[in-house]
């Protein structure tokens, strides 16, 4: 039996060759989904990481905010740059 995206012997083997199909869209858009989620929490790191580093270095220079503020800076860094694999791994997707 033809499917449309493959042939299957049986009907047990048509419906699972229907679920693969559909396992593989959905994949191809948590891509999207993915790279504008990890967007989105690099900016957000990044603004909270400026607002701890400034009122830990501008009020009694306190370690702990400095500190945090380099942690949430560096998480941001992270997630900015997964965000760009993913745009690349979308792209390869979506081009083979």
Excluded: P
Aim: net charge positive.
């Amino acid at each position: 039996m033809d499917t449309g995206v493959g042939l299957a012997c049986t009907v047990a083997c048509e419906v699972q060759v229907k679920r693969l199909q559909a396992m593989i869209e959905r994949t191809q858009k948590v891509y999207v989904f993915g790279a504008r989620t990890h967007t989105r929490n690099a900016i957000w790191l990044f603004v909270l990481a400026v607002f701890m580093l400034t009122f830990g270095w501008i009020g009694d220079r306190n370690a702990y905010l400095i500190g945090v503020g380099l942690v949430m800076l560096l998480g941001s860094v992270f997630s900015w740059l997964n965000s760009r694999r993913l745009t690349k791994l979308n792209a390869e997707v979506r081009r083979g």
